[in-house]
């Protein structure tokens, strides 16, 4: 770290040299603009102009020795969420059928790609969405709307007996994990370029945290699926009504922790966040009784009412955990 000191120019200019090997390496030349962001820490950023908006970056893969779809898709996911705006797969010759489909569901199921130029044997995907445009902290309440909807219709689907009921939820989860990305890649633009953060509103420091919490959202939507798989299974040998009304008190608990947590978050009330934290010990109490009753029964449906308590359980700890996450960025105002 260098410290340089201030000099007073006039009467009323304040000046401080830039050290040459940053002038080098931006390829700044004399008279060239700068763009200096005074930040909400009060830190100012200096930023070469034409690169104060530079999210663009490509990202090429050849197909030449990759034959398995489900690979080459996680590799399309893995340069969405890294910030590349355009993203190239390529072949020496022709590219097959698979790499074109697994190119076409990428495109369909993340936010923003679409193909904008294909040819016999490459295929280039571009980001058209600005993310500026999406705010993290609503993508992220939108998250919490799907995974709750998506827990409260599985154990509704438990108490009505109708396995017809989670048939859609899965579907949804995939609109909490894409959701989830554009978070994930947003994140990283932040990290590749900080002067983002005065557009998307965000420092960022904040931005960690509403990833973090986005992250475990997304895995409370994962247990909403784990439940309605399970009580898929549970239907056909439904529990007596005592268990059933346990289940139900349960995911109550649990949900009414969620939402409370996602209510604090946008309050940013550290007092009702560590109230959510001390709501858990009962719901642990609750779902270890559920898993006593399931002990007792002599079948396999004893197998699914424990992982469906234990899902619950794990929602509402994943909730404390954000709880948890806002009281300490929330501990600094």
Known sequence: METRKVQLTGSSSYVVTLPKEWITSQRINKNDPVRIITRADGTLLILPAEKEDAVYNVKE???????????????LVSAYINGYSVITIKSKNRIE????????????TAIGPEIIEESINSI?????LNPVEMPMDKTIKRMHILARTMHEDAINALNKKDKLLVQDIEP????????HWLISRQFNIILRNIAMTDKMKVTGEEATYLFLISRLVERIGDHAVKIAKNVRLL???PPSGE????????????LEI????????????????????????????????????????????????????????????????????????????
């Open 235 to 237: 239907v056909e040998t």
């Open 258 to 333: 969620f939402s409370s947590t996602m209510d604090a978050l946008t309050a940013r009330d550290m007092k009702a966040a560590n109230k959510n934290i001390e709501a858990i010990n009962d719901l642990v109490l609750l779902c270890e009784k559920i898993n006593n009753e399931a002990l007792n029964i002599n079948d396999v449906s004893s197998i699914y009412i424990s992982y469906i308590a234990e899902s619950i359980r794990r929602t509402g700890e994943y909730s404390a955990d954000i709880s948890e996450l806002l009281l300490n960025y929330l501990v600094k105002e």
């Open 124 to 128: 280039t995907m571009k980001d058209l």
């Open 97 to 108: 059928s698979f790499a074109r489909e697994c190119a076409i569901r990428f495109t369909q």
């Open 243 to 254: 268990i059933t009304k346990m289940i139900a008190q349960a995911s109550d608990k649990s």
């Open 61 to 75: 893969f050849s197909v030449d020795e990759i034959d398995d779809p489900v690979y080459l898709f996680r590799l």
């Open 172 to 179: 949804r989860d995939r609109d909490v994990d894409r959701l």
